[in-house]
């Protein structure tokens, strides 16, 4: 039973340090992507979600070499890195969540207006829209609608801008968001998981030697040299 224990968990927790390293990758190629609507993504969640996936990506490699050697050092740091992990990726993946749609238009109207003419030009033509919103009637706006080269002005048709990045934003935190709480709650497991494997004995150095004997004459039990 110990040892089927012993290479159970090994196979568990080799199998999660590769999710959690295609995790993290996964992650980065994330924030990499909505880096493209940081107009209303806050920066510093984003920088956060990066941060977690590049330390979620080394710690995960530390914890399956440690995990293949059964080293009782990198196991402990494994188990005290993952902790910090879990609190860390927890706090991101609930400022996904906090981020409102009102945060995230006060985000989008002050990065709008920090724009220049031609980066405002430039992003029209990528999403294909023009104009931030027209809520309000503004003289800004109309504007931007007049300066605008997107191709659906050529069609009559435009999407404000506004309406397509707070879609697209929002969508964004939910992904980063969800993807983050769902695995934080299994570092906890892994951390349990790798207390209960530092504990088990390794099978190849668990059992004793076995040293063959020779009956001497007498009947005494000689060691064989």
């Not at 510093?44 to 330390?55: D, H, Q, T």
């Not at 490699?61 to 609190?87: A, D, E």
């Not at 104009?131 to 997107?150: H, K, M, P, V, Y």
């Not at 309406?163 to 934080?184: P, R, V, W």
Request: charged content about 15%.
């Amino acid at each position: 039973m110990v040892n089927i224990g012993f290479l159970c968990l090994r196979s568990i927790l080799c199998a999660l340090n590769v999710v959690y390293m295609m995790l993290g990758v996964l992650l980065m190629g994330l924030a990499v992507w909505s880096r493209g609507f940081t107009l209303v993504v806050s920066v510093n969640i984003i920088s956060g979600v990066l941060m977690v996936a590049v330390v979620l990506l080394l710690v995960s490699i530390l914890g399956f070499v440690g995990t293949l050697k059964h080293h009782q050092i990198l196991l402990f740091c494994y188990m005290v890195l993952l902790s910090f992990v879990f609190l860390f990726q927890f706090g991101v993946s609930c400022s996904c969540f906090a981020f409102n749609r009102e945060q995230q238009e006060r985000v989008l109207g002050r990065s709008w207006a920090g724009m220049s003419s031609d980066g405002r030009r430039s992003l029209e033509q990528r999403l294909d829209c023009c104009g931030l919103n027209n809520r309000t009637q503004n003289r800004e706006f109309n504007l931007d609608a007049s300066l605008c080269t997107a191709a659906c002005k050529v069609r009559g048709r435009c999407f404000q801008c506004g309406d397509l990045i707070l879609q697209h934003g929002g969508e964004t935190l939910k992904i980063l968001g969800g993807i983050g709480l769902f695995f934080s709650f299994s570092l906890i497991l892994a951390v349990w998981l790798v207390l209960q494997y530092r504990n088990q004995k390794d099978p190849q150095f668990s059992a004793p030697s076995q040293i063959p004997l020779r009956t001497g004459p007498a009947g005494h039990s000689l060691t064989e040299e």
